[in-house]
């Protein structure tokens, strides 16, 4: 994990859980001259459009005072939804039997795409399964995995 994104997560994951709602993860990305900032905020009551401004309103305060992102950057505060980034392996846990698609940052087995079964975690991997075939993808390795929504 980048050490600006785990500035950004020490800064906003208390002014999000302060104001009652669950950092469901964080993203930086930064695109040259400007970067884009999305945290992800959960509820057991669900997310309203509201409760988006209102954290984006607090973690805009902060992000001006501390001021962590040289130059111009999008903040965008949303809910996970349906097809809900994972971004850790209690995530993943708790999304187990449930379908996914998983990015690598590297190849691995000659390829960086997977679509599977989740079917838990082992140790920092996700196992994967894929058709008939298993996959341990160690989390460091994943850059993006989300949950395939059914319908």
């Avoid at 020490?10 to 970067?35: K, T």
Wanted: aromatic fraction near 8%; glycine fraction near 8%.
């Amino acid at each position: 994990m980048s050490g600006k994104l785990t500035e950004l997560e020490n800064m906003l994951i208390p002014v999000v859980e302060a104001l009652g709602y669950r950092c469901w993860g964080i993203e930086f990305l930064s695109q040259g001259r400007h970067s884009l900032l999305r945290v992800y905020i959960d509820h057991p009551d669900g997310v309203s459009v509201e409760a988006c401004a209102t954290v984006s309103r607090q973690a805009s305060a902060v992000l001006d005072v501390e001021d962590p992102i040289s130059g111009d950057y999008t903040l965008e505060v949303s809910s996970p939804g349906m097809d809900r980034p994972l971004f850790t392996l209690e995530q993943y846990a708790a999304y187990a039997g449930e379908q996914a698609k998983i990015r690598l940052r590297v190849p691995y087995d000659g390829r960086r795409n997977f679509q599977g079964v989740i079917r838990g975690v082992e140790g920092d991997d996700v196992v994967l399964q894929v058709e008939d075939h298993e996959y341990l993808l160690p989390l460091d390795s994943i850059d993006k995995g989300h949950i395939v929504p059914r319908f």
